[in-house]
């Protein structure tokens, strides 16, 4: 059975979801005769969100997500919370030098669901995301956050380009992750409140967003590897960003 993007299932990925006000649940469905204090904590978050329990057979379960090891739990998903931008500018203090991630069409759910995860890891202060041509959040990027997805903000626009336009009007620089750059991550110190762009799997970033970007980074490779999967770079990058950091204090 193809996956069902509109579902999650597992113990922790349920209570994940339901633990996060941002992420959106309609339904949880349990295994009739399910027992024990995980299950106790999921139905008591659902009754807290007043968000339906129905106890089904596990024939019902499979026809949800397929024949998978759902551990007697399945969650039906409404979407997430976007933050404005606008919103998220005004309450954010630039003195704590924030660093944010934006992605220029990134189109595969597993390396989305992996750069939230590595942002939220690394202290990210948000991730901003094109309202066109991006991953949606749905379970498969939710399950490959492991569950991070909306523990930081979110911020969707319309206009990328626009967005960055504004954010370095109020003081942000940006570093555009890119293969062919001269200055590699481990070359800049990150001493202001940054953007670091993160290309699509196939194009990179797109022209215009580059040149809005004040400079461009890649990462060292070695054994002739001429490139990295997106979210592994961005993983790269936004650890080399907290431990500069951590290391000036």
């Not at 006000?21 to 295994?31: A, C, D, M, S």
């Not at 967003?209 to 461009?216: I, P, S, V």
């Not at 060292?220 to 999967?229: C, K, Q, T």
Request: aromatic fraction near 6%; charge should be neutral; include cysteine.
């Amino acid at each position: 059975m193809e996956e069902n993007n509109d579902f999650i299932y597992g113990i922790h990925p349920v209570q994940e979801a339901l633990d996060n006000p941002q992420t959106g649940v309609e339904k949880v469905y349990l295994r009739q005769n399910m027992r024990g204090a995980p299950v106790n904590r999921i139905t008591e978050a659902a009754s807290a969100r007043k968000v339906p329990v129905l106890n089904v057979p596990g024939k019902k379960l499979n026809e949800l997500v397929g024949r998978v090891n759902d551990q007697g739990v399945v969650a039906q998903l409404s979407g997430i919370t976007y933050t404005e931008l606008e919103n998220w500018l005004q309450d954010t203090d630039l003195k704590t030098l924030p660093f944010v991630v934006v992605l220029s069409e990134i189109e595969d759910t597993h390396n989305f669901g992996a750069i939230l995860r590595s942002a939220a890891a690394a202290g990210a202060a948000a991730v901003i995301v094109p309202k066109h041509r991006q991953a949606p959040v749905n379970a498969t990027v939710f399950k490959t956050s492991a569950g991070t997805a909306g523990k930081i903000p979110i911020i969707r626009v319309t206009n990328l380009n626009q967005a960055i336009a504004t954010l370095k009007e109020a003081g942000f620089w940006f570093a555009g992750l890119t293969a062919q750059a001269d200055r590699t991550i481990w070359d800049e110190n990150y001493d202001a409140p940054m953007g670091i762009v993160i290309g699509s799997e196939g194009s990179g970033i797109r022209k215009k967003t580059a040149e809005l970007c004040d400079f461009h980074l890649s990462v060292p490779m070695y054994n002739g590897v001429e490139s990295l999967n997106a979210s592994v770079s961005a993983a790269l990058v936004l650890f080399e960003i907290t431990r500069k950091r951590l290391s000036r204090n």
